[in-house]
């Protein structure tokens, strides 16, 4: 049974920080690649930062240079490191798995507020 399990997001102040991680279980999480997802209220959901599994790593213009996308293959973990945030950056997250011939796995979300 595979399992994606995303810690849990909060409320931030904006200028804030905040690291999300997705613990995966059940894959070999080695040969995934791992994407972080989020979406809005009324809005589509969005790639915001993804990383293969040769740790080639890839973000949403909106986030660069605020956002770290990180993965432990040892702790079969992939993290999300958010700064500077805004509130535009409010939204539910998902973790996803991906692998070529496979198909893709999503954590269940969670929720990340920005605001004062």
């Known amino acids: 049974q595979v399992q994606l399990v995303e810690s849990e997001g909060g409320l931030v102040q904006p200028g804030g920080s905040l690291r999300l991680s997705c613990a995966a279980s059940?894959?070999?999480?080695?040969?995934?690649?791992m994407g972080w997802y989020r979406q809005a209220p009324g809005k589509q959901r969005e790639l915001v930062a993804g990383i293969s599994s040769t740790r080639i790593t890839n973000y949403a213009d909106s986030v660069k240079g605020r956002f770290t996308i990180s993965r432990d293959n040892a702790k079969d973990t992939v993290y999300l490191q958010m700064s500077s945030l805004k509130p535009e950056d409010t939204a539910v997250y998902y973790c996803?798995?991906?692998?070529?011939?496979?198909?893709?796995?999503w954590g269940q979300g969670t929720q990340v507020t920005v605001s004062s």
């Open positions: 996803q798995a991906r692998r070529s011939g496979v198909r893709e796995y």
């Open positions: 059940g894959i070999s999480f080695v040969f995934y690649d």
